[in-house]
Structure formats: C-alpha cells, structure tokens
C-alpha cells in the first residue's frame, strides 16, 4: 500500500509548506540581526509564526512533518559542517584535549540526570520522561536517541529546541556574572548547555569559542548516542 500523500491529491500544498518555512526563517535572521533580542531569535520567532500558519489553515503536524521532512535531514549534513572550525582550531583543542573530555562527560551526565530528576519533580513518567532524557544534544542526535530508548523523537525535538533557546539566552547571563575569560570556558559552557543554538552563539563571540562549542556539541551527542540506552537502564 503506498503513502498517502498530504493534503489529499495536492502535492503543491506540501511544496507550499517547505517554501513557507525557509522563508520565515530567512524573514526572522533577518529581524534578529537588526534586533538581536532574545525573544526574536530564528529559533524562536520562525516555529511560532508556523504554528500560527498551520493552526489557520487547519493543517496537522503529520501533513507538515511530511512536506518538510527533508528539511529536518539535512540537520545531519549541517553537524558535519562543524568538522571544519574545528579542524582549524586543532591546536587548541590538542592542547586542551583532557580538560574538554572531563568537561564533555560530566555535563553530558549532569543534562541527563537533571532530566530525568525535573521529570519526577513533576510527575512525568514513561514516553515523556525519556522523551525530554536527551534534550540537550543537537537534533539528529537527540532524535536517534528518544527512539532507541522508547521516546517520541518528535516531542524530543521540542524539547530540544527549547533547550538550545533558553540555554543561549541564558549562556550570556552566566558569562556576565562569571569570571570566565578563557576561549575554552566559553565554548564549552554553550557547547554542553545549548548545543546548536549554543554554538551558533559562541561563533558570534569568536572563532576560538565556537569551534570548543561545536566539538563538545558533537562529543556530547555521541556519547549521547553509545550510553543513553544503559544510563536509562540504570535508573529503571
């Protein structure tokens, strides 16, 4: 049996969607570079005047995922694309190798154990709980690991760009009020604390900053990725 199409026998409408999300995106970098405020990141502003878009028309969030799931595949290819800022910052990062390790596993464990501890502060158990477990590594990571552990990868993806918004907006208000001066504190606080998003930030402070965020990005995801399914078993 084959797929059923969305929207029915209208493929323009799927077409229609795609187009739709890259240009609020381009609209919102645009309105974020001219008033770089938190509440006006791309992050925040494009998925709220989509939502609004798809609640008018009455379209669902499976019609939409389905037009724009290529969109979504292509979060692989741009991770990758941190490969290069780090290896252009290699001597740092040779230098400092021991220092990014310990600090990678240790806020990896920390994001994992504060989720699950939120998650029975509030009550939340079973899909919904492993759902939110990986919500601070970047997408294509984060949505492997909720399926293989019994998430909603969708919900995850959720849960993970609210993490990477409020953990850049929040990585400004820990470096003003911290003595953190080196390149590597910096890259590495945005790095575990808000993956993407966080990184993205850190490039906009320096080169230095963002190539430490995009390799503790990649390195927390991985671990992510190897141990999710065990630290989940240790704690059932």
Known sequence: MGTQAP?????????????????????AKRI????????LMPLVIAPALLVVAA?????????????????VALLGPTTVAFAVPIYEQRTLIRRYWPLLLVDTVV????????????????GVDGPMRLSLLPRSIRTPF?????????????????????????GAVLGDFVLARLPLRSALAKGALFGVGAHGAGTAR???????????????????????????????????
């Open 7 to 27: 929207w029915g026998e209208s493929p323009a409408q799927a077409t229609g969607w795609s187009l739709a999300t890259i240009m609020v995106y381009v609209v």
């Open 32 to 39: 974020y570079r001219r008033w770089p405020q938190w509440w």
């Open 107 to 122: 806020g990896n464990l920390t994001a994992v154990v504060s989720s699950w501890a939120l998650a029975s502060l509030l």
């Open 142 to 166: 984060a949505v492997e690991v909720s399926g293989e552990i019994g998430g909603i990868p969708d919900l995850t993806a959720v849960f993970v760009v609210l993490t990477g918004v409020i």
């Open 202 to 236: 850190a490039h906009q402070i320096g080169r230095d900053e963002g190539a430490v965020a995009g390799l503790v990005m990649v390195l927390v995801g991985l671990i992510n990725v190897a141990l999710a399914p065990l630290i989940v078993h240790i704690m059932k």
């Open 55 to 71: 609640l008018a028309l009455h379209e669902s969030y499976r019609d939409y995922i389905y037009a724009t799931g290529w969109l």
